[in-house]
């Protein structure tokens, strides 16, 4: 399993290969909602958005000292050009995505060093990025990336993850990166409460090749990671169409699924260079500005 510091040296590898993705001059919404404070126009430069708990990484100079001495807490202030600048991404880390056949790459690694690459690239290109969820908030700068990296080595106990909507910033961009195999409910709500909110991405779904051929025969035994499914069947072969039908009707809605919120949707496999996934995530977030 990749350490941090593998992760975060496989990342830089990858990203060299590709141009650092230009930093978007202007990338502002024409509304964003505060809640009960209702809309109002995006601006640019420091103009004020929010403000939000400080977290462990954020700097002493960061913190609004008048809005924290009203409460037990720090807040930051979040401004309208570093919400534009955003990128916020998921990684599916459930015992599903360690599933690895041959020599390949798990699906987890291969995930795992996508996801770092792109961040660097975009963080060379001046632009912010963090993980779903209130963990890690967008933010520029090596420790960021080191955080990242430290956060995306952990592990899920379930077979599959599912993406936290809460921390999506609007009119943001976004990057979920799973097998997308499990139930898809999650990821479904996730996405539309995303697109509800202005935020435009890439779904990216990582394969192991023998998920895409399905090269099994005669008796064979299926067992998920977590050891909680298992199927024995002495006729694997019988399987193969079925299975494969259900494939394609899983891309197939999240396709669909992709389509009807503006998102965009690839699916890439562990035998195929990850230079070809990063060269499309590069494009599709690109395609979102």
């Given amino acids: 399993m990749n350490t941090p510091v593998m992760l975060r040296s496989q990342g830089e590898s990858l990203a060299t290969h590709l141009p650092p993705l230009l930093a978007e001059a202007e990338h502002l919404a024409a509304t964003v909602l505060l809640g009960d404070h209702g809309r109002r126009r995006a601006g640019v430069g420091d103009t004020f958005w929010q403000y939000r708990p400080a977290q462990s990484h954020d700097a002493a100079r960061s913190i609004d000292w008048r809005r924290s ?5 720090r807040f930051v202030q979040d401004k309208e050009w570093q919400i534009a600048q955003s990128v916020i991404l998921w990684v599916d880390q459930g015992a599903a995505m360690g599933f690895a056949s041959d020599d390949h790459a798990t699906k987890a690694d291969r995930a795992r060093t996508l996801a770092m690459a792109l961040a660097i690239l975009l963080n060379r290109g001046g632009e912010r990025v963090g993980l779903t969820g209130l963990r890690l908030p967008p933010r520029r700068g090596s420790a960021q990336l080191a955080q990242m990296a430290q956060i995306l080595s952990e592990s899920e106990t379930g077979d599959h993850g599912s993406p936290d909507a809460e921390g999506m910033l609007p009119h943001s961009r976004a990057l979920f990166v799973s097998d997308f195999l499990g139930n ?13 909110r202005g935020v435009r991405g890439a779904m990216l779904q990582v394969l192991d090749p023998q998920e895409e051929a399905f090269p099994f025969d005669g008796r064979t035994i299926f067992q998920s990671m977590t050891g909680t499914v298992r199927h024995e ?29 503006g998102w965009q949707f690839h699916s890439h496999h562990t035998g195929q260079p990850a230079t070809q996934a990063l060269l499309w995530l590069y494009g599709a977030l690109e395609r979102q500005r």
């Fill in 184 to 196: 898809i409910d999650g990821v479904t709500a996730a996405l539309t409460r995303a697109a509800d």
């Fill in 233 to 261: 069947t002495l006729r694997a072969r019988d399987l193969k169409t079925r299975y494969l039908d259900r494939l394609a009707a899983r891309k197939d809605q999240l396709q669909q699924l992709a389509r009807r919120t």
């Fill in 69 to 73: 001495a009203r409460s037990d807490a």
